[in-house]
């Protein structure tokens, strides 16, 4: 008798995209399924959920290429070895994603958000936005946030002919709640995967900050050893390590740094996240919940800010940069608003729908450092439309 014969069994079908999420997310995630889509409606693509798309956008966009040539803090002229602004976008968008694989939010989402939060930084650093500010305090103000959806929105072109990047309408959100932190602290809270890129980015920040003034010589290690989160962390690796030399004890200074931060916010937002796993992501966001480190790390970590101001942010040599920094925006704003027609053409374009104002504040906010230092040099020494950045 013939044995009967026996069928492999069926392969399930992969999982692309978004059919993904229901296996991998939290139910308080923002899912790809409850997007409010885009401006210009897309079809879907056949393995590549809407927040992939976005990251992929943001990633290949001229204003994220041009995070390389921006100071976070300090300028080529004082080293090397200190962040730019897309150094220190990766480790945002590392620390990010390490958070939200813990806590089962949308790591694509946050990825992307963590790319485009800094898209919008002037050249110089906060003194490079304070300078704008200023100059625009009669026509808008500035806001690095507010720019980086000018940005997206109109600025930066794809090969569909269409202004910006066509990003969802959460990422969009999520910038623009950026730009107004005063008004979404309080009320409802915003996305979950929209905080917890804020609190990466205050972590990277803080933590990096410390390692750039340390390997200057504008810190040492001894003189931050009175701060209390410092203290915490040092413990730690001299438990682990013993003795190390300087330069070895600034990066494990600060990678533990980095950890004691993200494993006290882990720890207070699972706490805060365990009442709430049935809700969904917007009833969340109706319900104010807002995610924090611990109260005692929490005061720490202001304690270091406050620090960090202090004697970095306002270190003299530092000071001086900014100054002559200052001077160099200023006198291109005045000079190009008095004679907009040295703009590069797109932006007399812009200038005749917004104003010239405004237009010279998006040409200029869009600049690296080193393209800026050029156009100054030539707006002293030549004559003629200045260079596009685009």
Not at 309 to 316: K, M, N, W
Not at 321 to 345: I, M
Request: with cysteine; glycine share 6%.
């Amino acid at each position: 008798m013939t044995a009967p014969s026996v069928s492999a069994a069926p392969h399930p079908p992969p999982l692309f995209g978004q059919d993904r999420e229901p296996w991998m997310l939290a139910q308080y995630a923002m899912h790809s399924r409850d997007t409010a889509g885009r401006r210009y409606p897309e079809a879907v693509h056949p393995y590549r959920g809407p927040f992939q798309r976005d990251r992929d956008r943001i990633l290949h966009s001229s204003a994220f290429r041009r995070l390389s040539g921006k100071m976070q803090v300090f300028t080529g002229d004082m080293g090397e070895y200190h962040r730019t602004r897309l150094t220190h976008t990766f480790e945002v968008a590392s620390v990010a994603r390490t958070i939200a694989r813990v806590l089962r939010l949308n790591e694509d989402l946050v990825e992307a958000l963590a790319l485009m939060h800094d898209i919008g930084h002037p050249p110089y650093g906060h003194c490079g936005e304070d300078t704008l500010a200023a100059c625009l305090r009669d026509h808008g103000g500035f806001s690095h946030n507010q720019f980086a959806l000018v940005i997206v929105e109109e600025l930066e072109h794809r090969f569909t002919g269409r202004p910006g990047l066509n990003l969802s309408a959460e990422l969009l959100a999520g910038q623009d709640i950026r730009a107004h932190k005063e008004e979404a602290a309080v009320g409802a809270s915003p996305m979950l995967e929209v905080q917890i890129v804020d609190a990466a980015d205050s972590m990277a920040y803080d933590a990096h900050d410390v390692d750039d003034a340390v390997q200057m010589g504008l810190l040492g290690i001894d003189e931050l050893s009175r701060l209390r989160i410092v203290r915490r962390a040092l413990e730690q690796v001299r438990s682990r390590y013993g003795a190390l030399p300087p330069a070895r004890l600034r990066q494990a200074l600060v990678h533990e740094l980095i950890d004691l931060q993200i494993s006290d916010f882990l720890h207070a937002s699972l706490e805060r996240l365990v009442p709430c796993m049935a809700m969904r992501s917007e009833e969340l966001s109706a319900a104010g919940v807002r995610l924090l480190h611990s109260p005692t790390i929490g005061e720490e970590r202001r304690e270091l800010e406050r620090f960090l101001f202090e004697r970095v942010y306002r270190h003299p040599r530092l000071l001086a940069v900014r100054h002559a920094a200052e001077s160099r925006l200023e006198q291109l704003f005045e000079t190009l608003v008095a004679d907009p027609q040295r703009l590069p053409l797109r932006f007399r374009l812009r200038g005749e729908q917004i104003g010239w104002e405004r237009a010279t504040g998006e040409y200029l906010a869009g600049m690296t450092d080193r393209f800026c230092d050029a156009q100054y040099l030539h707006l002293r020494n030549g004559s003629g439309p200045l260079a596009d950045w685009s």
